[in-house]
């Protein structure tokens, strides 16, 4: 084909001579395709690293999920702690509330029990908590000789319940613990309904309830005048709101501190102690306790200590979103987001939607409750709970590739719970004549979850999983270290994988 002198130099440069051989044409098309095989993938691998580039700026997501009063937001609070000590410090101060409410409520639990025991009433232990008037078994043991001093402790303890309904208001409907559920399975999540779907708008992440909503209230208490803003965040006019609740804030310290010799002397009576044995009461197990530390909480100038505000109880409504951005180390600059949900049966449809584009989820066993019922129904084992919602989530086709790591959690009290002498077989009947102790028990429920991973999880998945007592923070530092490295490496081999 003849050629004009005013083409292209460079399509001149590189077209074939005129004179080609057939062999000549041969070699020529054969660099001519390597060349470009070549190009090609420089080309992929510029996509690539571009793809990858982008991921690793993407913040990584990592959900936290278990039943309700598993140590989901115990966990979170202590990666705060750990990466994100300004929010933490900044939010410390407005735990208080929370704590004073916790230890009030400890007093009037005993109070009840008191008032219901020396009035006579029936008492059934196996039952909740707030069925104080159902039947009781035949009495077995002669009655507990109550004197003035318990009469006269419940008059003087008397105002700790206008207490806790105040803090109970302000706190807002995360201070309540539900007693009940229409949800009768462990995952609704699996099958969401129509209704289950309504639900869902009512759980997305939300700023208008949950702990984080009902710390702002304190967080408002304390800012000064000027600053204060109204719930609408409309700023404020004038100091006398702000007065008021301080006032009434100031009220509730008083009467805390007011009380505190008479709290210790309920705690530390011997006829109230055998009272809560014999009603099989254990609150030092239970989430939220604080007698113990009643000299420091029930004082004017109290300040909550990290362990404080890690130990206390406010339950999480819907799913809250925490971002943050690592401070110090390797991973400095990074974006983390959390993802805390509410764990009782009918808050877990609303987990679905964060399956999505989730990197990695924390799963919370606690294994000590192995022979506790859930509060939302108290006709399921806990444990059993947790499996049924490890199972799910195992086998969730969504979560096939993602990273679970299992914290089998609450050790502690499951140490406390055996060297009392509770057998594991008397509610697992499975565990059979094994070691009763802490190595053997962990190790059985271990192996447990480890099967359940890997008869039901779509694909393949390696099983991490970590021993824990979350309100341990300087093991748990370490624990979430090897947590936040696993992730990570996880997170750039997708990046470079992709
Ligand atoms: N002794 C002990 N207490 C724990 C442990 N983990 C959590 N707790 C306490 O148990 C209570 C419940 O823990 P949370 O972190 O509020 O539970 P959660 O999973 O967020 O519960 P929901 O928000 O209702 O879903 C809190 O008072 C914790 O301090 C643990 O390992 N040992
Ligand atoms: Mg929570």
């Not at 690539?48 to 989901?72: F, H, I, M, T, Y």
């Not at 806790?164 to 229409?182: D, M, Y």
């Not at 708008?201 to 408002?220: C, H, M, P, V, Y």
Request: charged residues 30%; contains cysteine.
């Amino acid at each position: 084909m003849g050629r004009s002198l005013d083409e292209d130099p460079l399509t001149l440069a590189i077209a074939p001579p005129p004179d080609e051989t057939y062999e000549q044409r041969q070699i020529r098309e054969a660099a001519e395709a390597e060349a470009k095989r070549i190009s090609d993938e420089i080309d992929e691998q510029i996509r690539k690293e571009r793809e990858a580039e982008r991921r690793k700026k993407k913040p990584v997501k990592l959900l936290l999920l278990g039943q309700s009063e598993s140590g989901k937001t115990a966990t979170l609070k202590n990666f705060q702690l750990t990466y994100a000590r300004r929010e933490w410090y900044e939010e410390k101060a407005a735990w208080r509330a929370v704590i004073f409410l916790n230890l009030v409520r400890n007093v009037n639990e005993i109070l009840a029990h008191l008032t219901s025991e020396m009035s006579d009433l029936p008492f059934n232990p196996e039952e909740s908590h707030e069925d104080l008037l159902a039947p009781r078994p035949p009495r077995a043991l002669p009655r507990l000789k109550f004197t003035d001093k318990h009469s006269i402790l419940r008059l003087r303890l008397g105002p700790l319940t206008s207490v806790q309904e105040v803090l109970e208001k302000k706190i807002g409907t995360a201070s309540l613990e539900p007693h009940s559920t229409s949800v009768n399975t462990a995952a609704p999540f699996e099958h969401p309904s129509s209704s289950g779907r309504r639900g869902l708008q009512e759980f997305s992440i939300n700023s208008s309830n949950g702990w984080k909503t009902a710390l702002d209230k304190f967080r408002t208490l304390r800012t000064s005048p000027s600053n204060t803003r109204q719930e609408n965040g409309t700023a404020h006019a004038g100091p006398s709101i702000t007065r008021k609740v301080k006032d009434s804030e100031e009220e509730i310290v008083e009467v805390i501190a007011s009380c505190r010799d008479d709290i210790k002397a309920l705690w530390e009576d011997d006829l109230i102690t055998e009272m809560l044995n014999r009603r099989k009461v254990r609150l030092e197990d239970a989430p939220g306790f604080f007698i113990n530390d009643t000299d420091r909480i029930a004082n004017r100038d109290y300040q909550p200590t990290d362990d404080d505000v890690i130990r206390a109880r406010l339950r999480t409504l819907g799913v809250q979103e925490y971002r943050f951005i690592f401070d110090h180390g390797r991973t400095m600059g990074e974006e983390w987001r959390l993802y805390d949900v509410g764990g009782t049966r009918s808050s877990r449809a609303a987990w679905y939607p964060y399956f999505d584009d989730v990197d990695a989820i924390i799963f919370l066993a606690p294994i000590s409750p192995f022979d506790e019922k859930l509060a939302e129904d108290r006709r399921v084992n806990r444990l059993e709970d947790s499996y049924l919602l490890w199972r799910s989530v195992c086998s969730c086709k969504l979560l096939a590739r993602t990273q679970i790591i299992l914290f089998l959690n609450k050790c502690d009290l499951l140490q406390a719970k055996l060297q009392r002498g509770v057998r594991i077989r008397d509610s697992v009947p499975s565990f059979g004549d094994r070691k009763n102790d802490l190595a053997t028990a962990t190790r059985y429920f271990q192996q447990h979850f480890k099967e359940i991973s890997r008869n039901n999880s779509p694909m393949q998945r390696p099983f991490y999983v970590h021993l824990t007592s979350v309100i341990d923070t300087r093991s748990t530092a370490v624990t979430l270290g090897a947590v936040e490295e696993s992730i990570l490496r996880e997170h750039l081999r997708r990046a470079d994988l992709m």
